[in-house]
């Protein structure tokens, strides 16, 4: 899912952009959540706690707080650093204002299909392609309405607790919700093993292993399930053999 911010005090124009990317949505073949917002107060009270979009679409001129001071704030916090800022109005005299807000594009006003996908189709382009280099180096986690992406290097092992995962990494544990199937289908490196129905290992940081067992760098100890011994050992010697080839 691509989340996408619009910020716009003119609700045909926030009308007419939701229905173009309902549109596009059809296109990349990826679901697009929009949301809302038709001043710049009530977008900054939405990233107030980080920023939970992909792309936002802002209106220079409104009232009260402009497109111009919601893209400082919106900076401010070097989190969103990765997310596309693209401004709309019906003037361009505001480009060296917009220089420390680095956006990603501007679309004049009044906009029709063709020109408004000319600028949304490579910004759309870019968070897929980011996302998917970012499935090979990192786990993308949902924590508090915002997206984390933890290093899989980092990653030591994973424990169900309920409704929730605990990641535990060298330096840190996560909680958050989600299940320990839904994480097993996102790390795609050999590196990692279901070791039992409720962990999920990191080979790199197993001392020992044994039939009811596995031992961490930490001396933590993990249990094997007893139907998965067989295929977990002969994982694991598959992986230190590959590390010495």
Not at 62 to 73: E, N, Y
Not at 90 to 115: A, C
């Amino acid at each position: 899912m691509i989340r996408i911010a619009v910020c716009d005090d003119d609700f045909q124009t926030t009308e007419q952009i939701e229905l173009l990317l309902l549109m596009l949505q059809k296109n990349i073949l990826e679901k697009i959540e929009v949301a809302i917002y038709y001043s710049g107060e009530s977008f900054a009270k939405a990233i107030q706690d980080g920023c939970p979009f992909d792309i936002v679409l802002m209106d220079i001129e409104m009232k009260g707080m402009d497109g111009i001071q919601a893209g400082h704030l919106l900076r401010s916090n070097v989190d969103n650093d990765s997310v596309q800022m693209i401004y709309i109005s019906s003037h361009e005299q505001y480009h060296v204002q917009l220089f420390d807000v680095q956006p990603s594009g501007f679309i004049r006003k009044p906009f029709d299909q063709e020109s408004f996908q000319c600028k949304l189709i490579p910004a759309l382009q870019r968070v897929l392609a980011k996302r998917q280099q970012a499935k090979l180096n990192f786990l993308p986690i949902q924590k508090q309405g915002r997206e984390l992406l933890i290093p899989v290097r980092d990653i030591v092992y994973l424990e169900s607790r309920a409704r929730k995962v605990l990641l535990v990494t060298r330096s840190e544990q996560i909680e958050y919700y989600s299940t320990l199937n839904e994480e097993e289908q996102k790390l795609h490196t050999g590196r990692f093993v279901r070791i039992h129905q409720s962990y999920i290992v990191n080979f790199y940081f197993v001392k020992e292993i044994s039939y009811k067992k596995v031992v961490l760098v930490t001396n933590k100890e993990l249990p094997i399930s007893e139907k998965k011994s067989a295929s977990v050992k002969k994982s694991y010697i598959k992986f230190r053999g590959d590390l010495l080839a």
